[in-house]
């Protein structure tokens, strides 16, 4: 169990750094365009691109977001409750997430699919959509097995409780 923690934390890894690419990618195509459209020579096409960078940029932090708890939480109540019950509470909250998300990256990599087989391309660029859409999934994805292995931590520590 430890190899596959191990191989989801690479992926983690990396996916974090390339939502820092996606990041610098955005950064330095706007500047570009912006210095562009000032000479009259806008670069076709950076809408596009700069959205799908976003997405992407977005999709690639969540799951370490979510293993750093960098995600904002309402923690007022909960942070007076005891041990116990906030290791309940997030193994609750934890199935339900993985449940949600798990779901997500299903209907997601179908919908990819199905952009595929249609052959939908984006409107200038004429990229392929569907790759982005799977992208999104596999991170949906990583983000569930990220929210399962939090879960499977909470459940030793409630049973050493």
């Given at each position: 169990m430890n190899l596959i923690w191990k191989a989801f934390q690479w992926i983690t890894d990396k996916a974090k750094a390339a939502g820092g690419l996606c990041l610098?990618?955005?950064t330095v195509l706007t500047c570009a365009d912006i210095i562009g459209r000032f000479?009259?020579?806008?670069?076709?096409?950076?809408?596009e691109l700069v959205?799908?960078?976003?997405?992407?940029?977005?999709a690639f932090a969540l799951p370490f977001t979510h293993q750093?708890?960098?995600?904002?939480?309402?923690?007022?109540v909960v942070r007076r409750l005891?041990?116990?019950?906030?290791?309940?509470?997030?193994?609750?909250?934890?199935?339900?997430?993985?449940?949600?998300?798990?779901?997500?990256?299903?209907?997601?990599w179908v919908y990819g699919l199905n952009l595929n087989q249609a052959?939908?391309?984006?409107?200038?660029?004429?990229?392929?959509?569907?790759?982005?859409?799977?992208?999104?999934a596999a991170c949906f994805f990583v983000l569930t097995i990220v929210i399962l292995r939090g879960v499977i931590e909470a459940f030793g520590q409630l049973k050493t409780k």
């Open positions: 610098v990618g955005m000479f009259k020579y806008p670069i076709f096409g950076s809408v959205t799908f960078m976003g997405a992407l940029a977005v750093t708890n960098g995600h904002i939480g309402v923690e007022l005891t041990l116990k019950t906030r290791l309940i509470i997030h193994i609750l909250t934890g199935l339900a997430g993985s449940t949600l998300f798990a779901v997500v990256a299903w209907r997601m052959g939908e391309v984006s409107m200038n660029l004429q990229l392929p959509e569907y790759l982005i859409v799977l992208a999104v």
